[in-house]
């Protein structure tokens, strides 16, 4: 017992001994802390920069390997008429053959909606959903256009074999004269996810429905499915198609150099389409030899003849794979953008800026106008943070990106922060809303802090770069520490009209850079 009191004594002891030094510790660091701001030693402080700022065309981006691509038509006040047409090769797996005597009962080309499914159902009990990624008017119909492709896609670039061939979007496309697979209005519509194919050659007559082949996804989900002419498909595919065509995917590229889903009107919808799932499906009857058993297949009274020709339904799939490409065509003329894309004010900078995808525009910003670097470098500021925010303007519409991007338009290069402060969200840029006003829209807030550290700090001769402003794609993060090119990948289509700089200096939502720095007293 005596032994255990003196432990617990010995232990209560030590543990007063601890806390007492933790204390003193902290009265140290009070101390300290104080000793600082009594001497006055370090200040912080804040200076609000003007920019210039307007907008610039884009006139192409790239649009080859992209993970999601534009097919449509949209007309928006602001922005302008935007049609996108799609270019894809085909793909098949296996063995080519459509046998003997084939018959085209359907060809349906099958683009994936990506959709998202509702908790309640149709009247008749089938699922509702409702489409993602669209942009427009979906109730307003235009015309889709498939046509056979007569450019070859090379994979490799033919000035450089060991590359990559790259593809932008004002490419040029030729198609064969004549050879339109499918012309027909068009509207998304979000029932579409069963397909009914009429067999019509089981028999001698043609004009009778002999089967119906109910078509159905395993995941349900709605998609286009635009009829394409089966006499031509017969032709291309069957009739004039030799065995070398089909002998390897090289020799059937050249053969058959893919389609071109062309989109016309003066309105609609621009939709992103899953065209990872998309298919060219040829649905056909043809004849297999074939020897009774069991059944008697020829009438004729028996069972024990051999050689039979069957008429039996056949399906052969090919995908949209291989190279892949959109074309982006706009006209401005008629949207406010217009004039601010032809005559921007770069001396003064304007009062809106337009910021939009897919080989739109972007915000050019100038930075430090009619600063003297050297002054500001000459009182040895340490950068504590330096902010730009830009203010969304009441004009733009309800469909904005949900986060923009900046970097060093003059370079084409990332600007420091994209890389230094990647694991803590680069250079921002994310859409802030405000959550007491109906989570309204506000602003954009970019950071480069250390872009503006290393331009400012004391002997450093390095020079201001004009700035932009762009939709952001996966694409603009950069991948490693010496990953500083931009690339110019660009396939969201969504645009917002930001607050520019010519506004009064009073309007506190005007785009400006804010820097907080500290100073040695």
């Not at 080519?96 to 509702?118: M, S, W």
């Not at 031509?232 to 020799?251: C, G, L, P, W």
Request: aromatic fraction near 10%.
């Amino acid at each position: 017992m005596t032994t255990k009191f003196v432990n617990s004594v010995q232990s209560v002891f030590i543990l007063c001994i601890v806390l007492f030094s933790v204390l003193a510790c902290e009265k140290d660091f009070e101390d300290i802390g104080v000793t600082l701001i009594d001497n006055n030693l370090f200040k912080t402080k804040d200076s609000v920069f003007e920019v210039v700022a307007f907008s610039k065309d884009i006139t192409s981006s790239r649009v080859d390997g992209l993970p999601q691509y534009l097919i449509g038509v949209n007309n928006d006040a602001n922005f302008g008429l935007m049609n996108a047409t799609f270019v894809s090769q085909l793909s098949f797996s296996g063995l080519v053959d459509f046998g003997l005597n084939p018959k085209i009962d359907k060809v349906i080309l099958d683009i994936p909606y990506y959709a998202t499914r509702q908790t309640e159902s149709h009247e008749n009990g089938s699922p509702k959903f409702e489409l993602d990624s669209i942009i427009g008017d979906q109730e307003i119909e235009y015309t889709l256009k498939v046509h056979r492709l007569e450019t070859f896609l090379n994979t490799l670039d033919p000035l450089n074999p060991a590359k990559n061939k790259k593809y932008y979007s004002n490419e040029d496309y030729t198609t064969v004269s004549g050879s339109e697979l499918y012309e027909g209005v068009f509207k998304p519509n979000a029932s579409d996810t069963v397909l009914y194919v009429e067999r019509k050659f089981l028999d001698d007559d043609f004009n009778t429905v002999d089967d119906i082949d109910t078509i159905k996804k395993t995941d349900l989900l709605p998609s286009i499915k635009l009829p394409l002419d089966p006499d031509a498909v017969k032709t291309i595919f069957i009739d004039n198609a030799v065995d070398a065509n089909y002998a390897s995917q090289e020799n059937f590229n050249n053969y058959f150099r893919g389609v071109l889903i062309e989109a016309l009107g003066n309105d609609g919808t621009l939709m992103t389409l899953a065209l990872s799932d998309a298919t060219f499906t040829i649905y056909y009857t043809n004849e297999i030899l074939t020897d009774e058993t069991t059944v008697d297949l020829n009438g004729d009274g028996d069972t024990d003849d051999d050689g039979i020709l069957v008429k039996t339904k056949q399906i052969k799939a090919f995908f949209l794979s291989g190279v892949r490409s959109n074309v982006y065509t706009r006209d401005y003329s008629s949207a406010v953008v217009n004039d601010k894309l032809l005559n921007p004010d770069i001396t003064n900078g304007e009062e809106k800026l337009y910021v939009q995808g897919a080989a739109g525009s972007v915000a050019e910003i100038e930075l430090f106008k009619g600063i003297d670097l050297e002054e500001i470098r000459s009182q040895n500021w340490l950068i504590n943070g330096a902010i730009l925010d830009v203010y969304i303007d009441e004009s733009s519409n309800d469909v904005i990106p949900e986060q923009l991007y900046m970097y060093n338009i003059d370079n084409n290069t990332q600007i420091l922060d994209a890389v230094s402060e990647q694991p803590s969200g680069g250079v921002g840029g994310l859409l802030v809303r405000d959550e007491d006003d109906d989570n309204k829209p506000v602003k954009y807030q970019f950071s480069i802090t250390d872009y503006i550290s290393e331009i400012v700090k004391p002997g450093s001769t390095k020079n201001i770069s004009k700035l932009a402003i762009k939709t952001y794609q996966t694409s603009d993060d950069p991948t490693t520490t010496i990953d500083t090119i931009m690339r110019d990948f660009s396939w969201f289509p969504r645009g917002v009209v930001l607050k520019g700089n010519k506004l009064p200096l009073t309007d506190d939502t005007r785009i400006k850079l804010k820097i907080y720095y500290t100073v040695d007293n």
